[in-house]
């Protein structure tokens, strides 16, 4: 009797977080965060669809994924802040795979903390290009809602469906601008991290929020998931002192979101809508 019970759990345990037969779309897909997203999914049975710009060689990547896992899937070159070319991507999902199950929103621009090609620190407020804005809004959060509305629709015709948003712990505090200071520098010309990622991002859980009870009628789920920081060969200088703002006193390595990834598009979290999971090594928590 216990090894049968002991069989079962184990059966409802990959029940789960089984995939097998979905059809995800990875927005993004080319990124470091969006690669670890596309991987998770593939290996937990699903057929992924990779959408980044043609220049980020989606389709290699795809076709990277499929002979690793053996689901069949897919690269397509995608604008997403075009309409038109979202609506054809989903029309060629849909020839081609028949359904959407799920919807990673995860392409952004990432503006960086640096200074320009003549030395002007540009990413300070009174400096902030708006073509900069424009572009970084296009992408992070018009393209999200872009992508929502045309794979939405989809997914809330057949009644069965999941989004996840990619915000960040800075969509959910401001950035403290301290770790980014440089002795001796004015105080006029010190880096900041520029405004569009934390309106970006905290844009994304309010559209989180809106899209989960639009669509709750018709069974589409719609979460987000605020990582931290990843480690990727930051200066020390500016990692110590992120790393003292961190209750685990350390930034993220790139594959620790795979699990809340797939706990929030399986079937683990099916009565989980319109939250904002946070993954941070507890930084918000301060």
Not at 73 to 82: E, K, R, V
Not at 105 to 113: D, I, Q, R, S, T
Request: proline residues 3%.
């Amino acid at each position: 009797m216990e090894n049968t019970t002991n069989v079962r759990n184990a059966d409802r345990i990959k029940s789960l977080f089984d995939l097998t037969g979905r059809v995800a779309i990875v927005t993004g897909g080319a990124g470091l965060l969006g690669g670890h997203h596309a991987s998770i999914l593939a290996a937990a049975g699903a057929h992924v669809i990779l959408l980044d710009l043609e220049v980020c060689n989606p389709l290699i990547l795809a076709e990277g994924l499929q002979q690793s896992y053996g689901q069949e899937c897919a690269g397509l070159a995608t604008d997403i802040t075009s309409e038109q070319s979202l609506l054809q991507v989903n029309e060629e999902i849909m020839k081609r795979f028949g359904r959407i199950d799920i919807l990673i929103n995860n392409a952004a621009n990432n503006p960086k903390v640096e200074a320009d090609s003549t030395g002007k620190q540009w990413s300070r407020l009174e400096n902030f290009p708006l073509e900069v804005w424009n572009a970084d809004i296009a992408v992070g959060l018009t393209g999200a809602f872009l992508c929502s509305r045309i794979f939405g629709q989809t997914m809330a015709k057949r009644s069965r469906g999941v989004i996840v948003n990619i915000s960040s712990d800075l969509g959910v505090i401001a950035p403290d601008q301290r770790i980014y200071r440089k002795e001796g520098v004015p105080k006029h010309e010190q880096p900041v991290k520029p405004v569009t990622y934390s309106v970006v991002k905290t844009g994304l859980i309010g559209l989180t929020r809106y899209l989960a009870t639009y669509w709750a009628d018709d069974n589409v789920r719609v979460n987000a998931i605020s990582p931290g920081g990843i480690f990727a060969g930051q200066p020390e200088e500016f990692t110590r002192k992120l790393h003292e703002l961190i209750p685990m006193k350390r930034m993220a390595r790139e594959d620790e979101y795979e699990g809340a990834i797939l706990f929030l598009c399986s079937d683990a979290s099916s009565y989980m809508t319109g939250q904002n999971l946070i993954v941070d090594g507890g930084r918000t928590v301060l």
